[in-house]
């Protein structure tokens, strides 16, 4: 093989190393965001079944209706917060269902989970799920710094030196 194609193949190979390189750069820095929100709402889901737990079984034990499916509805109330943005609604899908069969403890499942709902996001909702969803925008921004900061040969944000 000739010294020209060896030394095309040989950038051609370092460019896909590059690229490569890079692309699974991107992939990680996707995955830990995406990761870190996703248990952020795991935890969120956890403690609002959690409150709605406890609160089902206060509510009882102050003299209202008792509750046989308390942890069904604890449950169906945290399983459904770890899916954006529908989940609190999905929530009030057993409302929809007691409210015809027996209106007052509708009433009092929708206060408990309210409650619950609030009480959690006031106190770690807003610490766990700071940043809102990873923007495909973001991911791309940083991937073209990656990719300009490996081509430069600089890493972590240094800049090469201009000086001789």
Same mark, same amino acid.
């Given at each position: 093989? /000739? ?8 950038? !051609? ?7 490569w390189?890079?692309?699974? $750069?991107?992939? =990680?820095?996707? @995955? ?6 996703? =248990?952020?709402?795991? &935890? ?20 209202? /209706? %008792? ?6 509805? $604890? ?9 954006p ?13 007691? &409210? !015809?069969?027996?209106? %007052? ?5 929708l206060?408990v989970y ?9 106190? &770690?909702?807003?610490?766990?799920? %700071?940043?809102?969803?990873? =923007?495909?925008? @973001? ?7 990656? !990719? &300009? @900061? ?15």
């Amino acid at each position: 093989m /000739p010294d020209s194609s060896r030394s095309l193949t040989y950038a !051609a190979l370092a460019v896909l190393i590059l690229i490569w390189g890079t692309t699974w $750069a991107v992939i =990680r820095i996707y @995955d830990r965001a995406a990761g870190t929100y996703l =248990r952020g709402f795991v &935890v969120i889901a956890f403690l609002v079944g959690l409150a709605t737990y406890f609160g089902l079984g206060l509510v009882t034990r102050l003299g209202g /209706p %008792e509750f046989t499916g308390q942890l069904a509805l $604890a449950t169906f109330a945290g399983a459904v917060q770890v899916i954006p943005e529908l989940g609190p609604l999905l929530g009030l899908i057993p409302v929809l269902l007691l &409210v !015809a069969i027996d209106p %007052e403890r509708a009433a009092i499942y929708l206060a408990v989970y309210v409650a619950a709902r609030l009480l959690v996001g006031w106190t &770690v909702g807003g610490r766990l799920i %700071e940043t809102g969803p990873v =923007r495909s925008r @973001d991911v791309a921004s940083a991937g073209k710094r990656l !990719a &300009v @900061d490996r081509i430069l040969g600089t890493h972590r944000g240094d800049r090469p030196s201009l000086r001789r």
